[in-house]
């Protein structure tokens, strides 16, 4: 049982996770013109994690699933959002890990070593868990800019081929939805290629 220190812990971090709200992301939700915030994403995905959990082809407890999606957003508060194109420097990565560990102590010892335990092993994504979550995470940004026109990539100069490999990752768990997604990319750079997706702006020959 909680002591009444520790409950107020867990209200005062609970009260804190608010912060999230105001975190803006570079993918604007479908049919509005604003950025969606790190916490309506993270409502988002555990959705969609719950829907794809019967396609999976790695065994995964959707349970811990959700944590893991629930939780690795949270360090945001900390450093803010990066998109994933630019790459991770070992500096964010620090700086990730360094936010992650004072707001997950913030909780009493129990549930800080829960926390913070789900956000590193959704970074590491050593588990079968990990890997699903990552995919169901990369997968929402892909169909919000297919539905707005490709905001995001337009504004962020995101090149066709970065597209297909950074996300190439959901495959691995869920390789139908993978070829229907990617499917759907290309046939998007098929009929209104944007003015970055040449040949040349990509880097391939």
Known sequence: MMTSTQIQQVFQFGVMLDKLKAITRKTKPVGLDRYENSAEHSWQICVMACLFASESKLQIDIGRVVELLLVHDIPEIEVGD???????????????????????NTLPETQ?????????????????????????????????????????????NVALQQILTFNAPIGVPLPAVWVELSAMVQRFADASPLPHWHTSAMGIS
């Open 82 to 104: 990066q998109i994933v194109y630019a790459g991770k420097s070992a500096a964010q990565a620090d700086a990730e890990r360094e936010g992650a560990l004072r707001l997950f």
């Open 112 to 156: 800080a070593q829960w926390a913070f335990a789900r956000w590193e092993e959704f970074e590491t994504r050593q588990s079968n868990e990990a890997i699903f979550a990552y995919a169901i995470d990369r997968m929402m940004p892909i169909l919000q800019n297919l539905q707005n026109g490709a905001n995001s990539w337009r504004e962020n």
